[in-house]
């Protein structure tokens, strides 16, 4: 299967900041690497899909790159309900599987 | 608009089989180019795909988990159903449905509130 590594595993951040996280494939994927954000208790909602091309209804200030083994997600000005937790996953296989998470936290 | 709607029991004992129901609305399991997955989330953990299913029954496994999952559907109900024979404790999981759709790629579009199924011995 294909390993999915995502870079840091938590962050802090204040309102305003540029916030990037990282995701490694184990083989190369292409581009076929989605992004999703989790709130506490919430499902998860599609960000990013394709590496870079945004989902309908997610702000601009979301933004995906990359292709092969390395992808990243990056938050151009960070948001107060931006605070959540980030997977990337890979759709390369079918057999999908998503990275560890990123955790979002106010500085 | 699009849904769905993941149902079950909320409480299963050790060894005995777990069976989730998907129900969808808003689109058809009939529907080219979509179909259904299940993913599970331990409490304070990662997301872990389990299965889908296609709209023309093509169905995918967890390498991991292959030899305790089935995933079927009936189409005329609008639902996929799930199981999972021999649980365990550590099977214990928020487990979510979620529509599988493809522009481009595979992704998940539409995920279903999730169902917080606990194992216990």
């Known amino acids: 299967d294909i390993q999915m590594t995502q870079s840091p ?55 995906g790159s990359g292709s092969g083994t390395d992808f990243t997600l990056t938050i151009s000005s960070l948001q107060p309900e931006d605070f959540a937790t980030y997977y990337c996953q890979q759709s390369f296989s079918m057999l999908e599987t998503f990275g560890q998470g990123t955790n979002v936290e106010i500085k | 608009q699009v849904s769905l709607k993941e149902s079950g029991p909320v409480l299963v004992k050790t060894t005995e089989t777990l069976t989730l129901t998907c129900t969808v609305s808003g689109f058809s399991l009939s529907n080219t180019r979509m179909g259904v997955s ?42 996929v159903v799930l199981t999972m024979t021999n649980m365990d404790p550590v099977d214990t ?3 979510y449905c979620a529509r599988k759709g493809y522009h481009i790629n595979w992704y998940e579009d539409y995920w279903g509130q999730g169902t917080l199924v606990t194992v216990s011995s």
């Open chain 2, 38 to 79: 299940w993913i599970r989330q331990p409490p304070g953990k990662a997301l872990e795909w389990l299965a889908h299913i296609f709209s023309n029954d093509e169905k995918f496994y967890s390498t991991s988990l292959k030899n305790r999952l089935t995933i079927s559907k009936d189409t005329s109900k609008s639902q």
């Open chain 1, 9 to 63: 595993s938590s962050l802090s951040a204040s309102v305003g900041d540029r916030v990037t996280i990282t995701c490694r494939a184990s083989q190369s994927i292409s581009t076929y690497l989605n992004w999703y954000q989790q709130k506490p208790g919430k499902a998860p909602n599609l960000l990013i899909y394709a590496a870079s091309s945004l989902q309908s209804g997610v702000p601009s200030r979301f933004s």
């Open chain 2, 93 to 95: 999981a928020t487990y």
